[in-house]
């Protein structure tokens, strides 16, 4: 299993940034995926993540109606769409792939995660 | 919002056992899952459906929860095993991270 994450980088507040996650060595289209950010010297916080077939999503409160996740299963892709990026969003984001059981749920597999900057 | 709360440090010498908490409200009727990171390096997870390891993690790895308590335990704790360790659980489908206990292998 492999996941690579890119289109990392700076920008000013207030602007927008949007991420790939690409996988490989599995399949897919039959994962839950989530998106994972860590701010420097702090600890992890899940952001947001989506079904198999992309029709359903969550997010965490603070980055509801600014951030979107989708994906191209036939691109065997994950993307995080970060529109009015505040200092705040600072920090490496991960992709990680969902595992899902009963009422269970955890990560199994991480990419190498990408550094996103957001200052003026 | 549902918070997890872990102890910022443990302290252990090798070859004994580190305890590392991580409590939250009932936090027994949810699964719980632990990641192990070390410096620099992503999250690796090392505990899941509260007690499972995965196949690659070391046998000195195990975990329990309970009560509104989750603990993992590492047995015989190597140099290697120096590193944060992060609880998680979810709550209304969204994902929660404890904050995080810094093991340091002495």
């Known amino acids: 299993v492999q996941l690579v994450e890119s289109g990392g980088g700076l920008v000013q507040p207030g602007g927008s940034l949007r991420l790939s996650c690409t996988g490989s060595?599995?399949?897919?289209?039959?994962?839950?995926m989530s998106w994972v950010r860590q701010a420097p010297g702090k600890g992890l916080e899940w952001v947001a993540n989506?079904?198999?077939?992309?029709?359903?999503?969550q997010y965490m409160d603070s980055v509801k109606g600014r951030f979107m996740i989708s994906r191209d299963n036939a691109k065997d892709s994950m993307f995080l769409q970060m529109d009015d990026l505040r200092v705040e969003d600072t920090g490496v984001y991960y992709c990680?792939?969902?595992?899902?059981?009963?009422?269970?749920?955890?990560?199994?597999?991480w990419g190498q995660g990408i550094l996103v900057t957001v200052s003026s | 919002s549902y918070e997890l709360t872990q102890p910022p440090s443990v302290s252990v010498s090798p070859g004994q056992t580190a305890r590392i908490t991580c409590s939250g409200h009932?936090?027994?009727?949810?699964?719980v899952s632990w990641y192990q990171q070390r410096a620099g390096q992503s999250p690796l997870l090392v505990i899941f459906?509260?007690?499972k390891r995965p196949s690659e993690i070391p046998d000195r790895f195990s975990a329990s929860n309970s009560g509104g308590t989750a603990t993992l335990t590492i047995s015989g704790t190597q140099p290697v095993d120096e590193a944060d360790y992060y609880c998680?659980?979810?709550?209304?489908?969204?994902?929660?991270f404890g904050t995080g206990t810094k093991v340091t292998v002495l």
């Open positions: 990680a792939r969902d595992r899902v059981y009963s009422s269970g749920w955890y990560e199994d597999y």
């Open positions: 060595e599995f399949m897919f289209d039959s994962f839950w």
């Open positions: 989506i079904k198999q077939e992309g029709f359903e999503t």
């Open positions: 009932k936090l027994g009727d949810k699964y």
């Open positions: 459906l509260d007690s």
């Open positions: 998680q659980t979810w709550d209304s489908n969204i994902g929660v």
